[in-house]
């Protein structure tokens, strides 16, 4: 079955540490996101990536960082400079970025700063 | 800075009645879609509209877009349990370089027997 998985579904983080959530997807689509989603609130853009080897910032970078060496994955790293990265953090996909295509979500990962 | 607002934020309504939730953004665009979420679930899409005057519907919901107006109506007809969830709409602007989405504060809708 095609589809976008993440992992883990949960993670604890210490302060200080730096963590990687996973994102797969087996759509063959050409764009990635990440957002982030806080308690009662809609999501927030972190990043996207358009192609492989390319991603731009979204609204809220600061304190994140991603990668795409692989069309099939796009993993985020929160970084220690995140301040307050407790969240639930979805990975989407699309077809492509050029406008008009639908973006599908994967099961996401809640992230706990002990 | 671009805005996507929903109303009502908080929905109680009961089975069987009508009701429509309303998504109002600030920029242009004629690519507007709706989700619903599920406690602790990810994002369902329910809803692509990609012109003025688009009109979907899928069992009790109905969907509709008028982008003179900017806004984006989300209808539910008969209400039963089952639809209970948080709704968002996301807009993605034509003044994108990418395919962006901006997504409205949600709606969380409860249906009560």
């Known amino acids: 079955d095609g589809g976008i998985t993440q992992s883990p579904k949960y993670l604890f983080r210490k302060e200080g540490q730096n963590v990687t959530l996973s994102c797969e997807q087996n759509l063959n689509h050409d764009a990635m996101y990440w957002y982030r989603q806080d308690p009662g609130q809609g999501l927030r853009l972190i990043y996207y990536s358009q192609i492989v080897n390319d991603f731009q910032k979204g609204d809220i970078a600061e304190g994140y960082s991603v990668s795409r060496e692989k069309k099939e994955s796009f993993p985020l790293t929160v970084t220690s400079a995140q301040k307050n990265p407790t969240a639930f953090y979805l990975c989407a996909s699309s077809i492509g970025a050029g406008g008009g295509d639908e973006q599908f979500f994967g099961p996401g990962t809640r992230l706990t700063v002990l | 800075e671009l805005k996507v607002e929903q109303n009502p934020l908080f929905l109680s309504m009961q089975e069987k009645k009508n009701y429509t939730i309303y998504c109002n953004y600030s920029?242009?665009?004629?690519?507007l879609y709706w989700y619903r979420q599920d406690p602790g679930k990810s994002l369902e899409s329910l809803f692509v509209?990609?012109?003025?005057?688009a009109v979907k519907q899928e069992g009790r919901l109905m969907a509709s877009l008028d982008t003179k107006a900017r806004l984006s109506t989300l209808h539910i007809t008969a209400a039963v349990h089952d639809l209970s969830a948080t709704y968002f709409c996301?807009?993605?602007?034509?003044?994108?370089?990418?395919?962006?989405?901006?997504f409205g504060t949600g709606t969380s809708l409860t249906v009560i027997p």
């Open positions: 996301a807009v993605d602007p034509l003044s994108n370089t990418g395919n962006q989405f901006y």
């Open positions: 920029t242009t665009s004629d690519r």
């Open positions: 509209l990609l012109s003025n005057g």
